[in-house]
């Protein structure tokens, strides 16, 4: 498992479901600001960005499952500091693997950008309009390459986009919030998470 700053990831998966068509709001500050206050309950939904950030609930299920040993968890942010060091630290405690192993890291995937055409974005995006382009395709294309096409006009739809800055209001809002999930995962990872901790309050006087 790698975990990121949960902070970071609803930000990055916010403008991600933005890329994809699935959320047509286009404010991540107004949409935290409407969530806040109770949460995201269900982690399934595909607009859960608080739910999907409390990483320990989801741990506990898996480590009340798996042997504690089995389960292996990455921090993102040492990931990219030292991509190579990270997954070899993983290849280490994996039987069977060569720790010596340099994977190639220099393919970076789901890169920020916004769509050329909103009505090719909702025939890629939506899973009623691509099943017909499915239904009529099923005779001539195998299911991969069905896969393969979809890819290919995501991309081809695809232009470079830099997405407006967080405030720093709702960061530090989303720090607050984290913070308790985020202590809990320390506890059973046994690990620090200080840099994923909000800023200390100004002593007063």
Not at 158 to 176: A, G, H, N, W
Request: charged share 30%; glycine share 4%; proline share 9%.
């Amino acid at each position: 498992l790698v975990l990121r700053d949960p902070v970071d990831r609803a930000y990055s998966e916010f403008w991600y479901a933005r890329k994809r068509g699935w959320e047509t709001s286009e404010s991540f500050d107004k949409t935290i600001e409407e969530r806040l206050p109770e949460g995201d309950k269900d982690p399934g939904q595909p607009d859960a960005y608080l739910a999907r950030g409390r990483y320990v609930e989801h741990l506990e299920t898996i480590c009340a499952v798996f042997p504690r040993p089995q389960v292996n968890v990455l921090i993102f942010e040492e990931m990219t500091a030292d991509p190579i060091e990270a997954c070899q630290r993983l290849f280490r405690k994996l039987g069977g693997v060569d720790p010596s192993f340099v994977p190639s890291v220099s393919h970076q995937r789901n890169v920020a950008a916004q769509s050329r055409s909103r009505f090719l974005l909702g025939m890629t995006s939506k899973g009623e309009r691509w099943a017909v382009v499915r239904r009529v395709t099923r005779p001539i294309l195998s299911e991969r390459l069905r896969h393969r096409l979809k890819a290919a006009l995501q991309s081809l739809n695809e232009r470079p986009f830099s997405p407006p800055p967080m405030t720093m209001d709702t960061r530090e809002k989303l720090k607050e919030y984290y913070d308790p999930w985020n202590r809990r995962l320390e506890r059973l990872l046994e690990v620090s998470l200080d840099h994923w901790r909000p800023p200390p309050s100004p002593r007063s006087g």
